[in-house]
């Protein structure tokens, strides 16, 4: 098969390097094709992959190429060694392996033509490593082409001796590095004093050959060399203390290098966009910063010269934004007089405001390092800053937020909650729980009023409640609690947040809260501050049953809302005798929700008690209202008996599906606890119907990690029905976070002993873990 | 220090790798990926700093890269680089190819990446920046060019190796 170059069979007697087209003989000697293996050029291999039309036929072609590479290889022909190595490393390149090629680098390397050489070294370069035995063995001929090497050569050994050489290597060759420093070429020389930097890296003891060196090297005029020695010098003083002494005294020279760059003007030489040689100015500004760094002299005689780079820097480029921005840095670094630290976050605040995305980018970066130390100077760009947290992408947005955040102080919160609440309607999801909480705790610290506060937690409920932190609940309604004279406004607005979305749970359970509590105000209607509202008993009671059966309301949520439904069965019929149902006196702040819970199994078991107290309009009217509540249930009784027995009113009110379990007769069960995951059951017979029996499975996790695929199945004896709702979820998040319930029901008209078996998988701190087992302890009345 | 250098195109095949540090073939062809991974799905206006993937990163490395025509060139590197600087640093690379190859395009790289090896070794060695000036690169990539061409063909009798500085042949090619 011909390539299209048409010359593969007679090429390959001749080698001349792979790259261009080569020449091919025009005769082939028989002789000599008989003995050479052809192979394919470098370049006819690339065709031939490309060709391939799938991954399997890449893979066909390579390794097909790699037996004829490895043959080669093995019959040691050197005369195509170098090109087969070529074509080793580009697959390599691909991801195949190319290990065996690794001995053949070796051999090329310690040929005599550069063509070899230089494969021989890149093929070093990428196939061997410290890990592997064979490296050490190019030391030598790293050895003989450094001290008797073209310098072509020499820049081939000393580059792959910067890039592999072990410390070994190092060690051994540093004499030869340290000739090559002051040699007259300076294209040698600049490759030696970086590879001087490698060895340093690799073995620290070298410092000592290759710190006297430098001063002779910093007169060089060769801005390879300069950069270089800049470059090693830095690395020097970042290792040792004592070279960093050493080298403070080459501030004024380096200062003076800097200069003759700024000023030099126009030259084609290194200038990139007009600006000459800004990597050099870079990594002198670079240095010029770890050298003033808390040291006053230093810092001193550096003062004019920053000034000066930081005003006369063309900011129309890349280049020079690059410069200005080291400038900065080193500025803000060093112990620099206040009006040059002003000027440089100055020159930030600029930055934030170009139109190129980079540059703004590493500005929010920087001013967020600075935001501590220069606070003042920081604020004096917070209108900026606000206007990058309108950035498309994310991360930038990310960085704004923090910097807005941390800009927040009691005389602009005002103004800037307002900017980060519209940057909460429309950030992205991952933002939203760092500026959803971001938010609050700047409210909590800064709020100018009552009102205020309360609007902007409710603000921040609205838009992002589900990620909010579980306290924000118990704030606010210790918040509104103590705020009297805002009892009317809260609950009004509440109830206008709460009818148009009941999915966000902190916020439905605030508002349930403050319906119980203040009821009445909603009801009577009017209220200053906002426009007047007509609600009536049957909206709000319609509202909070919804609340009570809606599939996303979680255990916590019905509980509120529940309550609620219970403080307004006394209030709206404005019986003020059950004295229990009181408005709540303000709680303790801390552990105000476990107060609340005890609160509400405190009102209920002394509802229980009250229930043969009221007169009997009170109870029917207290009846009525459990119509509404459930229909279903209201041709059951009606009037119903008042059962002198405590458990049975309670019950009637509680009989709804998935509704958490009462204080009620039956105990509850804890059946599993494994590293901090435990397994709760709650029973409920329902009175109208013995057979059934409800359980409620609630899954908690108090433990450091995530429980996620949490799956629970159960078995009961043949003689009873077991059925099992959906679970609420799968995950019960780490440290108490939100527990999973899950329905049983199940039906046992014979009364028979009731046996349990559960099944539990899920997983745990990177486990799957399996539990099976029946569940002892059952209590009787379960199922008797 | 710069970590590794990473060129692909728009589909994620490499046309050039260079890591320098060690890393084995199979985390290499990982970072591989997962850099082409993160910089595709980036949108032609962002800003062209990235934080590390899992492999190359920490907190202390970011991925700088532009895109041109067909290839992405991805430079890693620690926070000791200026980011800014390192922009200007891949634009001089893909100009030094666009002077040695004449109006470089993605085919010139897949025939002679061994070429953008040798330009690459005389713009960036052992991580660091060692020479930024086009013309010097470009002289000593041409002072290579003549050398290889003036090494005469080898025929299968190599003679043993010669530890002259010369290089000095008998004879042209074998016919």
Request: charged share 20%; net charge negative.
């Amino acid at each position: 098969m011909l390539n299209r170059k048409g010359r593969r069979w007679g090429a390959d007697a001749c080698v001349v390097g792979f790259s261009g087209g080569g020449v091919g003989a025009e005769f082939g000697d028989p002789l000599r094709e008989r003995m050479v293996v052809p192979s394919l050029k470098l370049q006819d291999l690339i065709e031939e992959i490309r060709g391939a039309k799938t991954q399997a036929q890449e893979r066909e072609v390579i390794q097909k190429e790699c037996a004829h590479i490895r043959a080669s290889f093995r019959d040691g022909d050197p005369v195509h060694r170098h090109r087969q190595l070529a074509k080793l490393l580009y697959v390599h390149m691909l991801g195949y392996p190319a290990h065996f090629g690794q001995m053949e680098c070796l051999k090329l390397i310690a040929s005599s033509r550069f063509t070899d050489k230089r494969v021989g070294y890149l093929g070093a370069m990428l196939l061997l490593d410290e890990r592997h035995d064979a490296h050490l063995l190019i030391t030598n001929s790293i050895k003989n082409d450094l001290s008797q090497g073209i310098q072509p050569v020499q820049g081939l050994a000393l580059c792959t001796l910067s890039t592999m050489g072990s410390a070994e290597m190092c060690r051994d060759l540093a004499p030869e590095v340290e000739k090559l420093l002051l040699q007259p070429s300076p294209y040698v020389r600049k490759k030696a004093i970086l590879t001087a930097v490698h060895m340093i890296r690799k073995v620290p003891e070298l410092s000592s050959v290759f710190l006297p060196p430098c001063a002779q090297l910093l007169h060089e005029r060769h801005h390879g060399i300069l950069l270089g020695t800049i470059t090693l010098i830095t690395e020097l003083c970042e290792r040792s203390p004592a070279a960093l002494r050493h080298f403070r005294k080459v501030v004024p020279q380096l200062v003076h290098i800097l200069r003759t760059l700024v000023t030099m003007g126009y030259s084609t030489e290194h200038s990139i966009s007009g600006v000459s040689d800004p990597f050099l100015q870079v990594q002198i500004l670079r240095l010029l910063r770890i050298l003033g760094r808390n040291h006053e002299e230093s810092s001193e005689t550096m003062n004019d010269l920053l000034a000066q780079v930081a005003t006369n820097t063309d900011t129309s480029r890349n280049a020079g934004n690059a410069v200005l921005f080291e400038t900065v840095l080193t500025i803000m670094d060093i112990r620099s007089a206040a009006g040059l630290r002003v000027l440089a976050v100055n020159i930030l605040g600029r930055f934030l405001l170009n139109s190129d995305r980079n540059i703004r980018y590493v500005a929010l970066t920087s001013l967020l390092r600075l935001v501590q130390s220069d606070h003042s100077a920081v604020q004096r760009h917070r209108p900026t800053v606000v206007e990058c947290l309108r950035e498309t992408d994310a991360s930038l947005s990310r960085r704004a937020l923090e910097l807005s955040l941390a800009l927040v102080n009691s005389s602009n919160v005002r103004a800037m909650m307002q900017e980060l609440q519209a940057f909460l309607e429309s950030c992205p999801p991952d933002l939203r729980a760092d500026c959803a909480s971001g938010i609050l705790l700047a409210a909590e610290r800064f709020a100018p009023t009552k009102r205020w506060h309360i609007d902007t937690i409710l603000h921040v409920l609205t838009t992002a409640g589900t990620h909010v932190r579980d306290d924000a609940v118990a704030n606010l309604t210790q918040l509104i609690g103590g705020a009297q004279e805002l009892h009317a406004y809260s609950v009004r607005r509440l109830y206008n947040a709460l009818a148009e979305d009941i999915s966000q749970q902190p916020l439905v359970q605030v508002a349930a809260w403050c319906i119980g509590e203040y009821g009445d105000l909603l009801l009577a209607g009017n209220c200053e501050e906002i426009e007047p509202l007509q609600v009536d008993e049957e909206e709000v009671l319609a509202l909070l049953e919804k609340v009570l059966q809606s599939h996303m309301s979680l255990p916590a949520t019905r509980g509120y809302a529940l309550t609620a439904l219970m403080k307004l069965s006394t209030r709206l019929c404005g019986d003020n005798k059950a004295a229990i149902l009181e408005k709540m006196p303000l709680v303790e702040r801390d552990g105000p929700q476990a107060d609340e819970e005890a609160k509400e199994s405190k009102e209920a078991a002394q509802l229980s008690e009250a229930a043969p107290v009221p007169t009997e309009p009170q109870a029917s009217q207290l009846l009525d209202l459990l119509d509404l509540l459930d229909g279903a249930s209201g041709d059951v009784q009606h009037p119903p008996p008042l059962d002198p027995s405590p458990g049975g009113a309670l019950i009637h009110l509680l009989d709804l599906p998935c509704v958490p379990p009462p204080p009620a007769p039956i105990p509850d069960l804890k059946v599993f606890e494994r590293e901090g995951v435990q397994l709760n059951l709650s029973f409920i017979r329902p009175p109208e119907n013995p057979a059934l029996l409800l359980i409620t499975v609630t899954a908690t996790n108090f433990s450091e990690g995530d429980v996620t695929h949490f799956i629970c199945q159960a078995a009961v004896p043949k003689s009873l029905q077991l059925q099992l709702q959906a679970p609420s979820g799968n995950t019960v998040p780490a440290r108490g976070g939100l527990p999973i319930t899950q329905l049983f029901r199940i039906l046992n008209p014979n009364k028979a002993p009731l046996r349990l078996k559960l099944r539990l998988t899920y997983d745990h701190f990177h486990q799957s873990v399996q539990e099976i087992f029946e569940v002892n302890n059952l209590p009787v009345e379960s199922w008797q | 220090m710069i970590k590794a250098i990473l060129i692909f195109n728009n589909h994620g095949k490499p046309r050039l790798s260079k890591f320098y540090q060690p890393y084995s073939e199979d985390t290499q062809q990982q970072i591989i990926r997962e850099t082409f991974h993160l910089v595709s799905k980036r949108d032609e206006n962002v800003y062209n700093f990235l934080e590390g993937g899992l492999l190359i990163g920490g907190s202390d490395n970011k991925l700088i890269y532009r895109h041109y025509a067909t290839l992405y060139f991805v430079f890693c590197v620690d926070s000791s680089e200026s980011e800014l600087g390192i922009l200007d640093l891949i634009q001089i690379f893909v100009e030094t190819l666009d002077k040695c190859f004449e109006n470089v395009c993605e085919l010139d790289l897949i025939f002679h990446v061994d070429k953008v090896h040798n330009i690459l070794a005389e713009m960036v060695m052992a991580g660091m920046v060692l020479e930024t000036n086009m013309n010097e690169i470009v002289t000593q990539i041409d002072a290579q060019k003549k050398l290889e061409k003036s090494e005469p063909r080898q025929h299968s009798e190599t003679p043993s190796l010669l530890k002259n500085k010369k290089l000095i042949w008998r004879g042209g090619v074998h016919l």
